[in-house]
C-alpha cells in the first residue's frame, strides 16, 4: 500500500495522487462528558463507545458506530490533510449535523490529529482530540483524544 495521510477519522490522501479506500480502523477514544452543571464524567476504552473509520476519499472518511457500517450506523466527515514528512501527516476535518428534532440547535463533531506510516507508507497509528456536542442524540457535550487501537481491513 501507498503512503497516505488521514484527516477524521480522520481523512485520507496518497501524496502520489492514488487514494487508499477501504481502509477500516477501530478507534477508542478517551477524555469527559459534559451533561450539565456539576455533572461531568470520565470515560476510556473500558466505557467509551467504540467508533469504526473507513476511508472513502481523499477528503471524506466514514465515522461508524457498527464494525461493518450497518445502515444509520455511520455519518461523513470531511477536512485536510497535510504530509509533515515521510512518517507523518497531520489533519483536521469536522462535521456539522442539522438540528432536526434538537431544540437545542445543531449537533455537531471536530477532530485534528496524526498519522504515522511504516517504511511502505502504511498507516501504523493515528491520534488526535475531538470536540462533539449533541451526536449521540442528548444535549451532552464531551471533549477528549483519540488513537487506532486495530486496522479491521
Not at 103 to 128: E, R
Amino acid at each position: 500500500m501507498r503512503r497516505f495521510i488521514i484527516a477524521f477519522g480522520l481523512l485520507l490522501v496518497v501524496p502520489s495522487n492514488s487514494f487508499a479506500l477501504g481502509e477500516i480502523f477501530k478507534i477508542e477514544t478517551s477524555g469527559t462528558e459534559y451533561c450539565g452543571d456539576y455533572q461531568a464524567t470520565k470515560f476510556n476504552a473500558k466505557n467509551n463507545i467504540d467508533l469504526w473509520i473507513e476511508i472513502v476519499s481523499e477528503i471524506e472518511l466514514l465515522v461508524s458506530f457498527t464494525p461493518d457500517f450497518q445502515a444509520d450506523t455511520y455519518f461523513s466527515m470531511f477536512g485536510h490533510t497535510y504530509l509533515r514528512n515521510s512518517k507523518s501527516a497531520v489533519f483536521v476535518g469536522g462535521q456539522l449535523f442539522s438540528a432536526g428534532d434538537n431544540l437545542f440547535g445543531p449537533s455537531y463533531v471536530t477532530i485534528q490529529g496524526a498519522a504515522n506510516f511504516d517504511k511502505f507508507g502504511n498507516i501504523t497509528g493515528l491520534t488526535g482530540t475531538f470536540i462533539q456536542s449533541g451526536v449521540l442524540g442528548d444535549t451532552c457535550f464531551s471533549s477528549g483524544t483519540f488513537k487506532t487501537t486495530q486496522k479491521l481491513q
